[in-house]
């Protein structure tokens, strides 16, 4: 089973490869918080629940805005997607940050926070009319998923705004070196090259003055070299638009798909170092066409805040029958990741960091589906009933993927706070939070 993880100790991470080498990385995955300090948080807060690196969030956002500080117009347009709290929005406000809307309660959020304008750009997929309408209001940069949106937005405004920006897809597939990063021509988004020329002079006739263009060709690249091909890409397909239609791009949006490392054996990207590959394309394409004024933009979510959460949980069961199984407390309700993706997150035994990793067990929920599966045959310390768990990363597409099925509650997320201390900043859901929505009726009047 090539691809198979076996986890030897927290320190030593052994991938079995084609033709049965095996591969050996001296690694380690710490959490951010301590076994002491969840010991002290679960008094009042009870498992499971998210909670966010408060410190960690800073000094990530901080060398972000550093490592592009050298592009005078540079603005993060966080994804709300990823983690939609408005503490965690005003943390980020705090560093210049915008957010990067995809939904009207997206554009809601956004706004109670004090976002406004240019702050916020709206880059939605066969969007309701409404929502242009509402992003409109607040004066948010709208990002046209589609030629045919043109007409949408005209209709509904009543004019074509002055700022307006286009996504795009170049189509096939996406490399990097030899390697398949993803496939931009399976995706639904965005215009082709034909489409983007045509949709810039229609634009341009109808009023628009200040052009934008937006592309997100592969997620989750845990590689510095992604950003610069891409930004590559779009520098040209710039430099081409404004000779060929006389537009004035304003601002290139670079999206997301920064990655992070979910496994021990992926570095993390740097950065800077991806801040000066994007400078030195910058150089090459932008200024020697005269368009050393363009402004970059980026929409980052899981590079902002993945490493800095994680969700708590308690083993509460153990199963022995065909397989070694561990329940917890938290099910995929609380994190969908694995059971819809297949997808890694580390988990560490807190308190067991130098205990051997000895124990084969499939870490499970309690959903009445068999991939609701937070580990598969992951080697681990023996784990006991009343254990605490912290799985890795989940600060991004974590919480905000949640749902109810069986009548599941969403968990609370917690902020560790820069002084050690915790703050709730989403209380957790009750039976009455479920019920709510028949709340028209009497139906359900004596659930309790």
């Known amino acids: 089973m090539f691809g198979k993880d076996i986890v030897l100790s927290d320190r030593l991470f052994t991938v079995l490869e084609q033709g049965g080498r095996r591969r050996k990385f001296a690694v380690e995955k710490k959490p951010f918080v301590t076994k002491e300090q969840l010991e002290e948080i679960t008094k009042t807060y009870p498992t499971p629940f998210h909670l966010y ?49 995809s939904s009207m309660t997206e554009l809601m959020m956004s706004k109670a926070c004090g976002f406004s304008g240019n702050d916020i750009m709206f880059s939605s997929n066969d969007t309701p009319l409404e929502e242009f309408a509402y992003a409109a209001k607040l004066g948010a940069i709208i990002n046209l998923d589609d030629i045919t949106h043109i007409e949408c ?33 399976d995706s ?28 997100f060709l592969a997620s989750n690249t845990v590689t510095n070299e992604y950003y610069p091909m891409l930004a590559k890409i779009l520098f040209e397909l710039a430099v081409r638009l404004h000779e060929e239609t006389g537009a004035h791009i304003s601002f290139i949006n670079l999206s997301g798909g920064i990655g992070i490392p979910y496994r021990p054996d992926q570095e993390p990207n740097d ?21 050393g004024d363009v402004a970059l933009c980026t929409e980052l979510g899981r590079f902002m805040l993945g490493p800095y959460g994680c969700l708590v949980t308690k083993a509460i069961h153990e199963k022995h029958t065909h397989k070694e199984y561990v329940g917890v407390d938290a099910c995929a309700v609380n994190l969908m990741r694995p059971a819809m993706y297949g997808a890694y997150h580390h988990i560490t ?41 912290v799985i890795h990363d989940t600060g991004a597409h974590g919480f905000a993927m949640g749902y109810n099925y069986n009548g ?8 560790l706070k820069e002084d050690g201390s915790a703050e709730m900043i989403r209380r957790a859901e009750t039976p009455k939070d479920y019920f709510a929505t028949f709340d028209f009726c009497n ?6």
């Open 53 to 101: 690196d408060e410190k960690g969030i800073r000094e990530n956002a901080r060398q972000l805005k550093e490592a592009f500080s050298w592009n005078k117009g540079y603005k993060e347009y966080f994804a709300v997607k990823a983690t939609p709290n408005p503490f965690i929005l005003n943390i980020l406000k705090e560093y210049g940050c915008g957010t990067d809307c």
């Open 153 to 185: 937005v005209e209709q509904t405004l009543g004019y074509i705004p002055e700022t307006i920006s286009c996504r795009f897809t170049p189509g096939g597939v996406f490399k990097i070196s030899n390697d398949i990063m993803d496939n931009p021509g």
């Open 188 to 215: 639904k988004y965005g215009m082709t090259t034909e489409q983007i020329f045509e949709a810039f002079k229609i634009l341009k006739a109808k009023g628009a003055k200040n052009f934008g263009i937006h592309a």
């Open 271 to 291: 950065i800077r170092a991806i801040g000066e590959g994007v400078r030195q394309v910058y150089e090459e394409v932008l200024v020697p066409a005269g368009m």
């Open 349 to 389: 035994v807190m308190g067991k960091e130098n205990a051997p990793c000895n124990h084969m067990y499939d870490v499970v929920g309690s959903l009445c589906e068999n991939n609701d599966k937070f580990a598969i045959d992951r080697m681990l310390p023996e784990i006991e009933k009343g254990d605490l768990l």
């Open 408 to 415: 599941k509650l969403k968990s609370a997320e917690l902020l």
């Open 443 to 448: 139906i359900l009047k004596d659930a309790e």
